[in-house]
């Protein structure tokens, strides 16, 4: 029996063609209402392979004009941080808890939250990233229901097969200098929740079958000299 690391590396094609079937389908979703004040559908976008995904909160009104999450201000700050990490947007996969835009940016409904979280699982299942960026209070809320960001910021966490690092949303901390300061170092612990994650997929050491327990060998028989 082998020991041997066994899960296929599923091809960026076979990801991208999945993560666009999943983008279709956003486009086709009017299982709430949120479709009915939209321009565009802002599904996700990134390297299909990627190993950090980011999840942001839903679409603002740029990102509803062009379709592309974190285009914005917000985008603006999330690709200095990306880059304070030596990454481009394009090594990552970036998307929403909702994908389409609440009107007037209000805070997605819990019942859109709900009615989207197939779409965003289903990108979580195909990209199969090895870190997870929640950024804000509701794509941390998917992981840790019931936390305060306050309190959780910054320490990554195990959830299943995979660490999950809570960061305040880039938005927020555009409007306060304090947080700000906040995000940018919790962003540095990036790589270190890549590497613990690194060592979840780092298989087990064979485990080596115990060695027959030795039989003393019999003292040698005394010949009898009579
Ligand atoms: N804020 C988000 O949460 N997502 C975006 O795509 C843009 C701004």
Redesign the pocket.
Known sequence: MSFEHTRTTPSADDNAALLSEVAAEVARCQACVLYKHALKP?PGDGDPNAAILFI?????RY?NQQGK??V?A??QFLEDLLRSIGLRRDQVFIA?VVKHWPPGNRDPLPEEIATCGGFLDRQIEIINPQVIVT??RFSMAKFFPGERISRIHGVARRHRNRMVLPLY?P?AALHQANLRRTIEEDFKRIPAALAEAEKLATPAAPIKPPEPAQTPEPPPQQLSLF
């Open positions: 802002v942001g909160e839903a679409p603002g990102e999450p974190f914005g917000a985008g929403n950024l804000g949303h938005a």
